[in-house]
């Protein structure tokens, strides 16, 4: 089956990107979406048949419909993720693929609303770069050149996360580091996760905790910057609870932007 520059294998459960050769072995839940998709081809698939696990007894929550949906758009890239069409309050749909073919005449006039949207394009692309530039100056301006300590932390999966933590002293970082035993003890309950380097940094006064993800994710670069403010003492920074509602194992949100920037306050 055709899916854009990918090809789904329905009986190996793989979708194989043509013009790079990455295979993609299907989770269990992309592969029961795509294949119900595919079955379905050009016509609304309703989420409680998503939800329903098709023939076996199974059942996925919607959360996890969603995230399919998601990393089948992502791989699939930016060309052909509309493929999978968003049916509001009903479903998805997947529509039946068509070659582009280049225009017949280069030189016909560029319409106005297309002109107006490249231009809104081209803008929000030089935005996305000069934030970019000034988020990497502003994150070298406020670390030292030299980490406090270098931990790197192997999953259960065998991957293997770094952990650096940046100090202006060498001295009086038990919090900084009882900080990110913490974060250590969440991120080894993950099996795989999209980061490979975590930064962690405590303000002058020790009233904010500073968090820097980096990772990748089919090839795209990801940053993700958190600032933790907890005015009490003792000071607990990472909790349990908030690691699991920051869920660490994947991207904020089921998003995969370029640069992400959250705010978070322990009350």
């Known amino acids: 089956m055709q899916l854009g520059h990918c090809r789904f294998d329905i009986s190996k459960g793989e979708l194989i990107n043509q013009e790079t050769g ?3 072995h299907l989770p269990r839940a992309e592969l029961h979406v795509l294949t119900l998709l595919v079955e379905y081809q050009g016509k609304v698939v309703a989420k409680p048949l998503l939800e329903s696990g098709h023939d076996d007894d199974s ?3 919607s959360a996890s419909v969603a995230r399919a949906i998601f990393t089948l758009r992502s791989f699939l890239g930016p060309q052909y993720e509309t493929l999978i069409e968003t049916v509001k309050g009903q479903g998805y749909l997947l529509r039946h693929h068509r070659a582009r073919k280049a225009p017949d005449n280069p030189g016909v ?3 106005k609303p297309l002109v107006f949207a490249l231009l809104v394009v081209t803008g929000l692309a030089g935005f996305l770069m000069a934030s970019l530039w000034w988020f990497n100056q502003s994150s070298e301006a406020i670390t030292p050149s030299q980490p ?8 259960a999966s065998g991957q293997q996360v770094e952990l650096v933590l940046y100090s202006p002293s060498k001295t009086n970082n038990e919090l900084l580091v009882e900080q990110s035993q913490q974060f250590i003890q969440g991120l080894q309950l993950c099996s795989v996760t999209i980061w490979s380097r975590v930064f962690l940094s405590l303000s002058h006064d020790k009233q904010v905790l500073n968090i820097t993800l ?3 994710h089919y090839g795209q670069s ?3 910057n958190l600032k933790i403010s907890d005015l009490r003492q003792p000071k607990q920074f990472v909790t349990p609870q908030w690691l699991a509602q920051l869920n660490i194992c994947s ?17």
Request: overall charge neutral.
């Open 59 to 61: 059942h996925f929550s």
């Open 148 to 155: 406090l300590s270098l931990e790197t932390v192997t999953l």
């Open 214 to 216: 980096r990772g990748d």
């Open 251 to 267: 991207t904020s949100n089921g998003r995969t932007p370029l640069a992400a920037q959250a705010q978070e306050t322990n009350q």
């Open 22 to 24: 990455v295979v993609w």
């Open 109 to 111: 006039n560029i319409s």
């Open 222 to 224: 990801l940053i993700r």
